[in-house]
């Protein structure tokens, strides 16, 4: 019996093997490489554009089990195949493909997991006060201050039972802003000296360091659990 429904389990493994195979060699090939295998990546598949369009989801899915490649490559590497405004959409189905498997492991996991990521990430305590709030809230300032892994707070978020429609708002909210401006620079990356180009690259930085002002605020507000 055991043998039997096992079957159909193992057939959908060897199913998806091949895109899972492929996934992974473009994650190793971008991370390697660094932003410009992105634009090799599609020179080669020019003439396929749904290769270029699933190669970028595959990289998103990918980044949310894999701490190795930076959202930052994904953004430029969008911004600078596409023009500017299908672009900022393909990054946003990209945030969301990557947001579905950590959130789903984390829900399913309960408050054993929770307490263990504590236990590691001594800082995820002061989110979990603050996650008596607003969820959305919550699940917006997590990811706009982002000093976490992303992989990492999407599965605390799942574990604190965050409601699915707030975090993904939330989340894509909170990354929107550096999203967009990383998409900029990736746009305009032919032309480094463009006023386009170097007012991402400013808003980046501002964006960091309000971020890194707002991190402060929280962890005064919201202390260590002692």
């Known amino acids: 019996m055991k043998t039997t429904k096992l079957k159909p389990v193992v057939l959908k493994i060897l199913r998806i093997a091949p895109l899972a195979l492929a996934g992974v060699l473009i994650t190793v ?4 490489n660094g932003p410009s295998a992105i634009s090799v990546l599609v020179e080669r598949s020019s003439e396929k554009p749904w290769l270029t369009l699933f190669a970028f989801m595959a990289l998103f899915l990918l980044k949310s089990v ?3 490649l930076p959202f930052a490559v994904l953004y430029i590497g969008v911004g600078s195949v596409y023009p500017l405004g299908w ?14 498997i950590p959130y789903f492991l984390g829900r399913y996991m309960g408050d054993s997991y929770v307490q263990r990521l504590i236990a590691r990430y001594p800082v995820l305590y002061r989110f979990e006060s603050f996650s008596k709030r607003s969820s959305l809230l919550f699940s917006f300032s997590i990811k706009f201050i982002g000093k976490i892994p992303h992989e990492i707070t999407n599965t605390l978020l799942g574990s604190l039972k965050i409601p699915y429609i707030s975090y993904i708002v939330g989340g894509i909210l909170g990354l929107a802003p550096t999203m967009v401006a990383t998409t900029m620079v990736g746009n305009n990356i032919t032309e480094p000296g463009s006023p386009a180009f170097i007012l991402s690259l ?3 930085i501002t964006l960091t360091i309000i971020s890194f002002v707002l991190f402060r605020r929280f962890d005064r507000s919201y202390p260590e659990k002692t």
Do not use: D
């Open 202 to 204: 400013v808003a980046i």
């Open 66 to 68: 894999s701490f190795g």
């Open 87 to 100: 672009a900022i959409i393909i990054n946003i189905v990209g945030i969301v493909v990557n947001m579905q």
């Open 29 to 32: 090939f971008v991370v390697k």
